[in-house]
């Protein structure tokens, strides 16, 4: 069998997700919102997504030796999505803590390839450990060899360590300044470029003089690619540093008194984008559709503040004729001003269950990460429906106030808990009138 028969023949075979919310009190409804969840998931899975345009290395490659780095919560299906069709000698993948050793990741394990952890979401000791043991790989790589790389969503965090000419101190309270703020993911990572080792084309620099392959699965909101993981592998623009320093001027430092790194000299690959959160979109149509439901897609409906977008959804699906079904893709952000605990999706799916208990209309609504992480937690995300605020011993609006989602549904019926599903394309909501 040659690899792209081989290719052909696992391309189809599904992550092996665990997703283990228990159903009572939901129905058949809640089931068949986690129904469609997995078959978002699945459609967005690189192994899948990759072969629409990974086989075409085989024309630019043939069968000579090539080395491979890559980051990401997608790093491991795309690494061995490339294996199958390219002949990798050598390479290093960086991927969350956990994530190596997940049920969802032994089909991916490649031989050859170095697998190593970093810190998510927030850059840690590990996440500078990886960064040099990437450049100590990346430099060892054998002369004159070709490279592919791959990048997806988490990489900002995985390798975040700061470029030798920014202090540590002065990159850590950005950091931890941006880990609370209410930013979107794109915006984050047009910071994060100007001040990694690694982003803003510094991987790009130690591939200076090598044929190189780059392929993205994406996690942001805009059709520029180019920022996915901080951009490893292109150096800013000029509108991406004025950008630069509006934004960080707003969050409280002084973009002056922000070193300058000097511009690498290497000459940028194209980008390849092989998915995006539409390809999880329409996984959730088909599966919603075969169910019997009418579907609509809303791709770009999540963004802003999880709870007004919660309450948003809970609004339209009340208006809607029993039978619909919305999916809503994008990414929404939680400005943190309270101790609790949660997660983007878990606010939006408490704020959308107080609606719908004020709303009485029978609904229910699944808001969840396609990576199967939601902030801080172990969960990706939550299902409810009108009933589920309806709890004398817990206050919602007290929690949702404290962004303790998390804290709220703990215990109950209602997360969503997959562990890492190996792809990452930002968020889904599933809403479903009853």
Same mark, same amino acid.
């Given at each position: ?10 391309? *189809? +075979? ?35 997504? !990759? ?16 080395? @491979?780095? $890559? ?15 390219? *002949?990798?000698? =050598? ?6 803590? $956990?994530?190596?050793?997940?049920? !969802? ?59 030798p000419t920014i202090p ?14 209410? @930013?979107?993911?794109?915006?984050? *990572? ?14 790009? =620099? @130690? ?57 690498? !000299? ?11 959160n539409l390809l999880a979109?329409?996984?959730?149509? +088909? ?33 809607? #004729? ?7 893709? $994008?990414? !929404? ?22 609606? @719908? ?8 609504i699944l808001a969840a ?34 962004? *303790? ?12 808990? #997959? ?16």
């Amino acid at each position: 069998m040659d690899a792209i028969q081989m290719f052909v023949a696992v391309r *189809n +075979t599904t992550t092996a997700l665990d997703i283990r919310s228990i159903s009572s009190g939901f129905g058949q409804v809640f089931e068949h919102t986690k129904t469609i969840l997995h078959s978002a998931i699945q459609n967005a899975t690189p192994s899948t997504a !990759s072969f629409r345009v990974i086989p075409e290395l085989l024309d630019l490659y043939d069968e000579e030796p090539i080395c @491979l780095a $890559g980051v990401g919560k997608a790093a491991l299906p795309m690494a061995w999505s490339v294996g199958q069709i390219c *002949n990798v000698v =050598d390479g290093i993948v960086t991927v969350p803590e $956990g994530y190596a050793n997940a049920p !969802s990741a032994q089909a991916y394990l490649s031989d050859g390839i170095n697998v190593i952890e970093g810190n998510h979401p927030t850059p840690g000791k590990k996440s500078q450990q990886s960064v040099i043991e990437v450049i100590e790989k990346v430099q060892s790589f054998r002369a004159g060899s070709s490279v592919v790389v791959v990048i997806s969503g988490g990489g900002s965090s995985l390798w975040g360590a700061p470029h030798p000419t920014i202090p540590d101190e002065l990159y850590n309270r950005v950091m931890d300044t941006l880990a609370k703020s209410a @930013l979107p993911v794109d915006t984050m *990572n047009v910071i994060r470029s100007q001040l990694g080792y690694l982003s803003g084309g510094g991987l790009c =620099d @130690l591939l200076h003089g090598r044929r190189v392959a780059t392929f993205v699965l994406s996690d942001v909101p805009v059709d520029d690619i180019s920022v996915v993981a901080s951009g490893p592998m292109t150096h800013p623009t000029g509108g991406q540093t004025t950008r630069f320093q509006s934004m960080i001027s707003e969050l409280g430092f002084d973009w002056r008194n922000i070193p300058k790194r000097a511009q690498g !000299s290497c000459s940028q690959s194209e980008l390849i984008k092989i998915g995006d959160n539409l390809l999880a979109l329409e996984g959730a149509r +088909t599966k919603a559709e075969e169910l019997g439901f009418t579907v609509s897609i809303r791709p770009g409906f999540i963004t802003g503040e999880a709870r007004e977008v919660g309450k948003s959804i809970a609004e339209e699906i009340t208006a809607s #004729t029993p039978g619909t079904c919305v999916v809503y893709g $994008g990414e !929404s952000v939680v400005k943190v001003t309270g101790r609790g605990k949660g997660g983007r999706n878990q606010e939006l799916a408490l704020s959308a269950a107080i609606e @719908l208990d004020k709303i009485d209309i029978a609904a229910t609504i699944l808001a969840a990460g396609t990576d199967g992480i939601d902030g801080p937690t172990n969960a990706a995300g939550a299902v409810v429906n009108e009933l589920t605020c309806r709890d004398a011993e817990r206050d919602a609006g007290v929690h949702l106030a404290n962004n *303790n989602s998390y804290n709220y549904f703990l215990g109950s019926d209602n997360h969503i808990i #997959t562990g890492p599903t190996q792809t990452n394309v930002m968020d889904i909501a599933i809403a479903v009138r009853r």
